[in-house]
């Protein structure tokens, strides 16, 4: 087979941007494009565009004095790793990359002029603040830049690159991390203009900056269904790259496992394809690897024909003597009903919630999923054999549930209903193995650890969460070719336990964080004294403390370095992105 040199391949990529087109590049695994950077870009003369910056700026020569000779912008022009240390040097002698994020936003305000907004400016707050759920991660990039196709993102990473400038990418901001998706000097990139729900044959094409409920809302539409997330505000790109848990999980893996395609734009500014057939160890390293190799742009996910809807609904459980019942329902569907009715879901949570001029008010909140095959008929009930125990518990709680059969993605709406922005979040998680007394006393344990000293705060509610991850589950992942999780080889079933408080006062944060950190470390050790410790974090809830992509095991973590050194080989992702999760030991 005939293979392009990278010159081919920058020449490529230059036409298909004067035709309006984006290449997938199939022929990136050229060993030849590694360490090597393509600076072209048709109709655009990058280094022109750094040296006003610089002039307006009072920066003359800054970064355009460090450029290699053949950086400016003529199509197939490359730069390879060694001529970037000038660069990276550069970086290092200058103190602070202040200097570094002004040149690249005023760069991309040249460029991009109704796309980047910079401190000041309307769309500044328009596009910061209001994009994250939690108020423990708003902060003050040097400039916000929200881009309409994968091709700004091209040419905005192309800049970022050559002038050193530190960046983040948010995209539906359900973090509550500071730092995770946003930065205090250099570039935010917003990817809430990356929007379209296009229906194929067999998937659907979704724009990395959209949210669950409006890709569900159009599913429903066509009576469809995919795997995503189960709260309706929740972004598209961080929830499936960090695995992504759905009410298909017990049946069809994680949501990673059910992506068809990825559209990626790796560091160098190339768009790309990542699937079964192109770059397919990229395609592994994004299910599970979280944002380290690239800026996704696009997800292509698997649908089902739903023609008969789902059944679902909210229990709200508030009598604290029915509770051990409850321990041995769930316990029974996790290690039971869970694997007879693979179609089925539960999410199992605790609740305290202070509200105001009432108090405080404990409950169990649950919410059960079943996937219709049939319609529902004396032989075919509503919750079937799997989720009849917790829901027929108590007939008081069942007639008052939401309990109901309807469109599927209104399942996410209504959880996202009751999700509150701008409050102080913080989530945390470990995984055990199932385990009905663990589970009673996790929960007694968080009670006494977290009600008594904060139940009583502005806006306080806490919540525990058990949620289930059977053979099953990691069986489909495997079927379509593996994830990155690691969570090959489990034998029995297994349950993140989510911990999840929100409280209004920022005063309160130093508090309220010290009781959680310590809850979790005797939550893990009671577990490891039970013996039913499982090392895996579910990356999407970890605190920043914990190490999920380590928890995935050396096979998983040595195939996520390979994959980064091969499409970042300046580390960009790992060293520019100011937050995120790492790959360990690269």
């Known amino acids: 087979m005939v293979r392009l040199s990278i010159i081919a391949l920058g020449l490529l990529y230059a036409l298909s941007n004067t035709l309006g087109v984006v290449a997938d590049t199939a022929t990136l695994t050229d060993p030849a494009i590694d360490g090597t950077i393509s600076v072209g870009f048709s109709n655009v003369n990058i280094t022109a565009i750094l040296a006003e910056a610089e002039k307006e700026l009072g920066v003359n020569g800054t970064v355009t004095d460090n450029l290699p000779d053949d950086s400016y912008g003529a199509p197939g022009t490359t730069i390879t790793t060694r001529d970037l240390e000038k660069l990276q040097e550069l970086r290092k002698r200058t103190s602070g990359t202040g200097i570094f994020g002004a040149i690249a936003c005023l760069s991309l305000k040249l460029l991009f002029s109704s796309k980047t907004a910079t401190v000041g400016t309307p769309n500044y707050n328009a596009w910061n603040n209001p994009s994250f759920w939690s108020a423990t991660t708003y902060m003050t990039p040097t400039c916000v830049f929200r881009p309409t196709s994968a091709l700004d993102v091209s040419l905005a990473l192309r800049v970022i ?9 948010v995209g539906g901001g359900h973090s509550a991390i500071k730092g995770w998706a946003n930065t205090e000097d250099g570039v935010l990139i917003v990817l809430s203009g990356l929007t379209g729900v296009n229906i194929k044959t067999g998937y659907v094409e979704v724009g990395a900056g959209e949210r669950w409920g409006n890709v569900f809302t159009e599913l429903d539409k066509k009576k469809l269904m995919a795997l995503g997330g189960r709260m309706s505000t929740v972004g598209v790109p961080g929830l499936v790259l960090g695995g992504g848990i759905s009410y298909l999980t017990n049946q069809h893996g994680f949501v990673a496992d059910q992506v068809e395609n990825f559209q990626v734009v790796l560091a160098n500014g190339y768009v790309v394809s990542a699937n079964k057939y192109l770059n397919p160890d990229l395609f592994r390293a994004l299910k599970g690897g979280s944002s380290n190799f690239g800026i996704v742009t696009r997800i292509d996910l698997r649908t089902w024909p739903c023609p008969h809807g789902v059944y679902s609904g909210q229990l709200y459980f508030n009598d604290r003597s029915e509770y051990p019942k409850i321990f041995d329902a769930v316990y029974n569907y996790h290690t039971v009903g869970a694997l007879s009715d693979t179609q089925t879901h539960l999410i199992s949570a605790f609740v305290y919630v202070q509200i105001p001029g009432i108090g405080g ?24 054999t799997a989720l009849a125990e917790i829901v027929h518990l108590n007939p008081t709680v069942r007639d008052a549930s939401t309990l109901q059969v309807r469109p599927y993605g209104t399942q996410a709406i209504e959880l996202g209903a009751g999700d509150a922005p701008g409050l102080r979040q913080d989530m945390r998680d470990f995984s055990v193995y199932a385990n009905r007394a663990l589970y009673e006393e996790l929960f007694l344990l968080w009670e006494s650890v977290m009600i008594p000293k904060h139940g009583n705060k502005a806006g306080f509610m806490g919540t525990i969460a058990f949620q289930p991850i059977t053979t099953t589950a990691v069986a489909a992942g495997v079927a379509r070719g593996g994830n990155s999780l690691g969570l090959e080889g489990n034998t029995k079933t297994m349950a993140i336990i989510n911990l999840t408080h929100q409280w209004a006062d920022p005063k309160d944060d130093t508090e309220i964080l010290k009781s959680l950190d310590e809850l979790l470390g005797l939550a893990i050790a009671l577990a490891k004294a039970k013996n039913s410790y499982h090392p895996y974090y579910y990356l999407n809830y970890a605190r920043k403390q914990d190490n999920p992509i380590g928890s995935y095991g050396t096979a998983a973590v040595n195939r996520l370095k390979g994959v980064s050194r091969f499409y970042d080989p300046c580390r960009v992702f790992q060293d520019r992105v100011s937050g995120g999760f790492k790959i360990p030991g690269l």
């Open 161 to 169: 690159l050559l002038t050193q400038a530190d960046f983040n990418v």
């Open 361 to 384: 008010l404990h409950m169990g909140a649950f919410t059960a999923f079943r996937n219709l095959s049939a319609p529902i008929s004396a032989t075919n009930p509503g919750p079937g």
